[in-house]
């Protein structure tokens, strides 16, 4: 799995365990919604900096959005 | 401790840990190696998709590299 999608997925994921609109997280993070969207459909290559502070927000670490799911086997 | 930091510090801790040069991750990464010595020296902002190319290389999960050291107690 490329790493913009392991990181889209984590992303949602985490957004959503904390209840959180792609609008309410887009103004925490004093980013553009659609950058939001964007990143949760791996359109961009996020920067390690917007990770983090992705990951402040919805109360995770960094390491943690890049995570792989586990193989299938 | 910033996030470029966290990974400039597990980025050369991986590459030492190979046995690798700045110079040789560099032409495996095909990146410039003046690029691999300022992602080490927290002057860039690396995208999570160069990230992810570099963690390939040194056999190392993305995630790993992102991966803040235990807080001090």
Redesign the interface.
């Known amino acids: 799995m490329?790493?913009?999608e392991?990181?889209a997925r984590n992303l949602k994921a985490a957004r959503l365990a904390k209840g959180l609109s792609q609008e309410e997280l887009a103004f925490r993070a004093d980013i553009d919604r659609t950058y939001i969207s964007s990143l949760e459909r791996s359109v961009y290559?996020?920067?390690?900096?917007v990770?983090?502070r992705l990951a402040a927000i919805l109360e995770v670490?960094?390491?943690?959005l890049?995570?792989?799911p586990p193989e299938k086997k």
């Not at 290559?45 to 900096?49: C, E, F, G, T």
Request: charged share 40%; proline share 0%; no cysteine.
């Open positions: 490329e790493i913009r392991v990181f290559n996020a920067s390690i900096d990770v983090d670490e960094a390491s943690d890049l995570k792989r």
